[in-house]
C-alpha cells in the first residue's frame, strides 16, 4: 500500500520561507517519479514541480526561480524548499507519487501553507 505523508506546512510572511517534506512508504521509491502540487481556495489543483526517477526537474513558472524539488532516494523523502513566498502560493500542498509498477497515481493528505501580506 503506498503512503505519501507531507509535513512542513505552516503560516509566514511573504518573502521568507518553509521546507514541505514528503514520505513516502510502500513503494521502489527510487523508480517513481515524484510531484507536488498545490490547490488554493476557491481554485483547482494545479501542478508545481516534478523530479524524475533520474532527478531531473520541471517546474511551472509560477514557481520558478523561488521553488526547488528534490529527492533523498536512501530516505524515501522528497522535499520542496520554497523561498521568496507570496501571498498567492497560499494553498494546501500535495505530494504525489506516478507508480511505474501500478500504473497509478497516489497522493498525500495535503500540509497547509498560508503566506501572509
Known amino acids: 500500500q503506498v503512503q505519501l505523508v507531507e509535513s512542513g506546512g505552516g503560516l509566514v510572511q511573504a518573502g521568507g520561507s518553509l521546507r514541505l517534506f514528503c514520505a513516502a512508504s510502500g513503494s521502489i521509491f527510487m523508480i517513481n517519479a515524484m510531484a507536488w502540487t498545490r490547490q488554493a481556495p476557491g481554485k483547482e489543483r494545479e501542478w508545481v514541480a516534478t523530479i524524475t526517477s533520474a532527478g531531473s526537474t520541471n517546474y511551472a513558472d509560477s514557481v520558478k526561480g523561488r521553488f526547488t524539488i528534490s529527492r533523498d532516494n536512501a530516505k524515501n523523502m522528497v522535499y520542496l524548499q520554497m523561498n521568496s513566498l507570496k501571498t498567492e502560493d497560499t494553498a494546501v500542498y500535495y505530494c504525489?507519487?506516478?507508480?511505474?509498477?501500478?500504473?497509478?497515481?497516489?497522493w498525500g493528505q495535503g500540509t497547509q501553507v498560508t503566506v501572509s501580506s
Open positions: 504525489y507519487q506516478d507508480n511505474v509498477i501500478t500504473k497509478r497515481g497516489y
